[in-house]
């Protein structure tokens, strides 16, 4: 059974570490948008309008959302594992 059990944990490992990898990649998507709006001028940008600047605004504040979103679903799926995982060796323990 023990055997079983490190089975699973080195999967949700390697899970984890995809989703990791995943994620890393996000952030810099998101790091590097972030840089792009902080180099825009504060006046008079020269934009194809108000609604192109509005528009890319959005869709940074979107990435950076999306990003947090999945940090946080991440550590959720990483709780949820580890519970099923420590519920299970508590059993084999008490066997």
């Known amino acids: ?27 810099h998507v998101s790091t590097q948008m972030a840089a792009i709006a902080g180099d825009l001028p504060d006046s008079h940008p020269e934009f194809a309008g108000l609604d192109m600047l509005q528009k890319r605004a959005l869709q940074l504040t979107k990435n950076v959302t999306t990003y947090l979103n999945s940090l946080a679903e991440l550590e959720e799926a990483m709780a949820m594992q580890t519970e099923l995982v420590m519920k299970e060796i508590h059993v084999t323990d008490e066997e």
């Open 1 to 27: 059974m023990e055997e079983r059990v490190t089975q699973i944990i080195s999967h949700i490992a390697a899970s984890h570490s995809q989703t990791g990898r995943i994620l890393e990649t996000h952030r």
